[in-house]
């Protein structure tokens, strides 16, 4: 760390760093606040889409002994790809979910069982919760990472740059108040000196 110059300009340079620090510090500090809240919207959409999930995981469990016939439904439907766009939260981007387009095999609906249609509409239905759940905790690895950073910054601004130029400009002006006190003692001793050799003079 740089030596602290003990000079005029020095102070104005720390003033106006500390008043720097003291304006952006609120954004900041907001910031982190609109992160915390983002986190606990998300934690809370991805509770409800664990739920939903249950509930239609529950609605399929009775179908669950006629899926393992062999028939094969689960390699007839698949995810091709999940459909995002990009979004922002408090400035930084996200995948937000869209869509998810399936790749669906052909099959013969002569020779499949009646409730095929069903299980292709159910497997569907999970990969679609699967997919928007995996979104959503792409989007909170980002908001959380984003919290991490900003909340460095905040701790960063509060604990270590603030309260060094607070001190900085205190022990600058200790030391200025020092010189300007030294200074008018030894303006004082020297206008004696003068005054003692003018009588001294004139005694003479």
Known sequence: MA??????????KQKDALKRYQQYLPTLILKKQQLQAEIA??????????????????????WVDVFAEGTGIDK???VERVEIHEGNIAGIEIPVFDDVVF??????LLETPLWMDFGVDAIKEMLIFNSRMDVLQKQEALVKDELRVTTQRVNLFEKVMIPQAKENIRKIQIYLGDMQTAAVVTGKIAKDK???????AEVI
């Open 3 to 12: 030596k602290l110059r003990l000079t005029k300009n020095e102070s104005k």
């Open 41 to 62: 919207k998300l934690h809370n959409e991805l509770e409800d889409l664990k739920k939903k999930k249950a509930f239609a995981k529950a609605n399929i469990y009775k």
């Open 76 to 78: 007839i439907v698949s």
């Open 103 to 108: 790749k669906e095999e052909e099959y013969d």
């Open 194 to 200: 003068i005054q003692k050799k003018k009588i001294k």
